[in-house]
C-alpha cells in the first residue's frame, strides 16, 4: 500500500499556491462534506481530502510530504523494472491465523521497503556531529593511554594509576 497523492486527490498540480489548495479543498467539501452527503464512502472522501488539506496547506509538512511522495515514486520505478528470479524466497506467505476463524496478513519484504528518507534536520545533524566528536575523542584517549603504557621505561604499579594524569 503506497502513500495517497493528495495533489491527485484534490485535483491540483504539484506547485499549487495555498490560495490554489484553499479553493480546491472547498470546491469538493461542498461535495463530499457529511451535513451535505449523508453517505459512507462520502465521509471517508472527506477525511481523506481534510488531510490532504491539512498537510498541504501548512509549509513544513507540504516539504515532508513532497520528500516522501519523491521515495515512494522512485522505490515504484525500482520495482517496476527489478526482476525477482525467487519470488517467494525469504517472504512470508499468507497463511491462515492459529486461532479459528481469525485471517491476518503478512507483510511481503522488499530490499528496497528497507531505505527511509534521511532526517536532515538541524537537530539531528548537530546530535550526530557531537556523537562524533565524543567517539573521536575516545579513541584518541585510548591510543594515548596505550602509548602511555608501552612506552614508559618503568612500569607503573596498578594502584598509582592516576599518576598518568
Known amino acids: 500500500m503506497g502513500l495517497i497523492d493528495y495533489y491527485e486527490l484534490l485535483e491540483i498540480p504539484v506547485n499549487a499556491t495555498g490560495d490554489e489548495i484553499t479553493t480546491a479543498f472547498r470546491k469538493f467539501a461542498r461535495i463530499y462534506h457529511p ?3 449523508p453517505s459512507d464512502e462520502a465521509e471517508q ?7 490532504a488539506y491539512s498537510v498541504l496547506s501548512d509549509p513544513l509538512e507540504r516539504r515532508k510530504y513532497d520528500e516522501q511522495l519523491a521515495f515512494e515514486k522512485r522505490k515504484r520505478e525500482a520495482n517496476q523494472f527489478s526482476h525477482d528470479p525467487f519470488p517467494n524466497l525469504g517472504r512470508p506467505q499468507r497463511r491462515g ?3 479459528v476463524g481469525i485471517e491476518h496478513e503478512t ?6 521497503e528497507l531505505e527511509r528518507p534521511v532526517d536532515a534536520s538541524p537537530s539531528n545533524l548537530r546530535r550526530n556531529l557531537i556523537l562524533h566528536f565524543v567517539i573521536i575523542l ?6 594515548w593511554l596505550i ?13 598509582s594509576f592516576f599518576r598518568l594524569f
Open 147 to 159: 602509548f602511555k603504557l608501552t612506552t614508559d621505561p618503568d612500569p607503573i604499579p596498578p594502584r
Open 97 to 99: 491465523s492459529p486461532v
Open 138 to 143: 575516545i579513541f584518541l584517549f585510548l591510543l
Open 45 to 51: 472522501r472527506f477525511r481523506d481530502l481534510y488531510m
Open 35 to 37: 451535513d451535505v452527503n
Open 107 to 112: 507483510q511481503e519484504y522488499n530490499i528496497i
